[in-house]
T-cell receptor, first 111, second 115 residues
């Protein structure tokens, strides 16, 4: 099983749609979880951290299910500007190692 | 000014040439990273450094070397560039929060083409 797995998409949705991305991770001891956004040919940027209780930032909601080792990102009322690749990121939970980036899920929002 | 800067932003070179990519940060972070990104392969870690005296290989370090000249500077070298090193290279920095790896902040990237 890969350390972090995402559905690569692409997800093609109309403006105003609700879309959900899923991510699974293999290390049950992982402690930090994030969603990053990457626009074409640009650097990845933090979208939001994911907390055990779930968290919301405007139209974006992140959920964590530790038992199933599963993270989700829900985007409501999609905008054209939401078109990007969304990266699921998890820490390795081992001393001295780095974050693991999923390959990303591509979202295209059309008018 | 950007917190993480990379130079050059674009570089075209020939097979066999030595290339250095530089990264500087003003965030005061101890941890710095070099990644490459290829279409369909996502971000792959080349090297990382948790402080000036600490250098670690990532998953694809062959053909690359690094130097941590100071807390704020981390350079990546391709000793003898080859075409399959053509990629988008990102530098990143991070710190710990309550002992756990925290958010990574990325530079704008260097687009390297090896002919």
């Amino acid at each position: 099983r890969k350390e972090v797995e995402q559905d690569p998409g692409p997800f093609n949705v109309p403006e105003g749609a609700t879309v959900a991305f899923n991510c699974t991770y293999s290390n049950s001891a992982s402690q930090s979880f994030f969603w990053y956004r990457q626009d074409c040919r640009k650097e990845p940027k933090l979208l939001m951290s994911v907390y055990s209780s779930g968290n919301e930032d405007g139209r974006f909601t992140a959920q964590l299910n530790r038992a199933s080792q599963y993270i989700s990102l829900l985007i409501r009322d999609s905008k054209l500007s939401d078109s990007a690749t969304y990266l699921c990121v998890v820490n390795r939970a081992q001393a001295g190692t780095a974050l693991i980036f999923g390959k990303g899920t591509t979202l295209s929002v059309s008018s | 000014d950007a917190d993480v800067t990379q130079t050059p932003r674009n570089r075209i070179t020939k097979t066999g040439k030595r290339i250095m990519l530089e990264c500087s940060q003003t965030k005061g972070h101890d941890r710095m990273y070099w990644y490459r990104q290829d279409p369909g392969l996502g971000l792959r870690l080349i090297y990382y450094s948790f402080d000036v005296k600490d250098i670690n290989k990532g998953e694809i370090s062959d053909g690359y070397s690094v130097s941590r000249q100071a807390q704020a500077k981390f350079s990546l070298s391709l000793e003898s560039a080859i075409p399959n090193q053509t990629a988008l290279y990102f530098c990143a920095t991070s710190d710990l929060s309550a002992g756990v790896e925290d958010t990574q902040y990325f530079g704008p990237g260097t687009r390297l083409t090896v002919l």
